[in-house]
């Protein structure tokens, strides 16, 4: 069963920084992208950031290019997302999301969320 | 603001049929495959339809997808109370360079 665990979530203040991680099992870890999502309150769904398998590619929404860094470690099958300068509008839950078959490129396995606020 | 964009809501009667559009561009939809997305309150999003118009097992024929052109569309039928959701469509964009999911649409039974 392809499970994805996430952590690190928490409250900090304008201007901080948090570290998710997810971990994850059920799968071979290093043949699939990993992905976040977020959803900030009463918001829809924004995809924040992507890694391939190799983690030798990498993607970010405009909204955090030069803040966030996404990363893996496929020795842990863990993925991370360094959060710099959070702003008051990063509040949200975080998903993290596994695409890849059997469903094509559909971000087809998600975690439960870590939730991150940003308040002072 | 998306470059995907649905309808804010779509409502019906239970038993009856909803369809869900979902408009982008060339560099989107036109080009990549679409998917649809289920989100329940306090549940994580589920994916509905994958490769625009596949259903992963053991969700219902009453959920079906399609596409054209820059546009997709999901269909309901059958309305159950259950459907209650908020649906959304993603596909890859090329000129952004990042997955895109639409702003959602909320489904009301009526």
């Known amino acids: 069963e392809v499970q994805l665990v996430e952590s690190g979530g928490g409250l900090v203040n304008p201007g901080g920084s948090l570290r998710l991680s997810c971990t994850t099992s059920?799968?071979?870890?290093?043949?699939?992208?990993i992905n976040w999502v977020r959803q900030a309150p009463g918001k829809g769904l924004e995809w924040v950031s992507l890694?391939?398998?190799?983690?030798?590619?990498?993607y970010y929404a405009d909204s955090v290019v030069g803040r966030f860094t996404i990363s893996r470690d496929n020795a842990r099958n863990s993925v991370y997302l360094q959060m710099n300068s959070l702003r008051v509008e990063d509040t949200a839950l975080y998903y993290c999301v596994r695409e890849g078959a059997p469903y094509g490129d559909a971000r087809g396995f998600w975690g439960q969320g870590a939730r991150v606020t940003v308040s002072s | 603001q998306s470059v995907l964009t649905q309808p804010p809501s779509v409502s019906a009667a239970p038993g009856q049929k909803v369809t869900i559009s979902c408009s982008g561009s060339s560099s989107n939809i036109g080009k990549h495959l679409v998917s649809w997305y289920q989100h329940l309150p306090g549940t994580a999003p589920k994916v509905l339809i994958y490769e625009n118009y596949k259903r992963p097992s053991g969700i219902p024929d009453r959920f079906s997808g399609s596409k054209s052109g820059t546009s997709a569309t999901l269909g309901i039928t059958g309305l159950q109370t259950g459907d209650e959701a908020d649906y959304y469509c993603g596909a890859w964009d090329d000129t952004l360079r990042a997955y895109v999911f639409a702003t959602g649409t909320e489904v009301t039974v009526l």
């Open positions: 890694i391939i398998g190799s983690g030798n590619d990498v």
């Open positions: 059920g799968f071979t870890f290093s043949d699939y992208s």
